[in-house]
């Protein structure tokens, strides 16, 4: 599975953003993909998982109501529509896949997108 992300950029504190995760190769109706997060010197977090069969999303509560995620099964594409943003969203997001069910640890996902900056202003 190859994994494209997309959409970042500056903005504003309180602007909004989309990324998209394009997924190629080998999918399947059976797998998760989950977005992450990783701000200068700190590890790597959990923003939000969906599973592609449309089972269920988990956010992490620091986005919670503030983000949504979305797929287009036609395109195998899913997006993260980032509203409200605030500097401490500032970071390179990944989207990432793996079979099986939702998970906030980004060891259990095998496939990895190359990331894309987001960069919030004060």
């Known amino acids: 599975v190859q994994l494209q992300a997309s959409g970042g950029g500056l903005v504003q504190a309180g602007g909004y953003l989309r990324l998209s995760c394009a997924a190629s190769g080998r999918t399947s109706s059976n797998y998760v993909m989950g977005w992450f997060r990783q701000a200068p010197g700190k590890e790597r977090e959990f923003v939000v998982a969906i599973n592609w069969n449309g089972g269920g999303v988990d956010y992490a509560d620091s986005v919670k109501g503030r983000f949504t995620i979305s797929k287009d099964n036609a395109k195998n594409t899913v997006y993260l529509q980032m509203a409200s943003l605030k500097p401490e969203d500032t970071a390179v997001y990944y989207c990432?896949?793996?079979?099986?069910?939702?998970?906030?640890?980004?060891?259990?996902?095998?496939?990895w997108g190359q990331g894309t900056l987001v960069t919030v202003s004060s």
């Open positions: 990432a896949a793996r079979y099986g069910v939702r998970s906030h640890y980004p060891k259990h996902y095998r496939y």
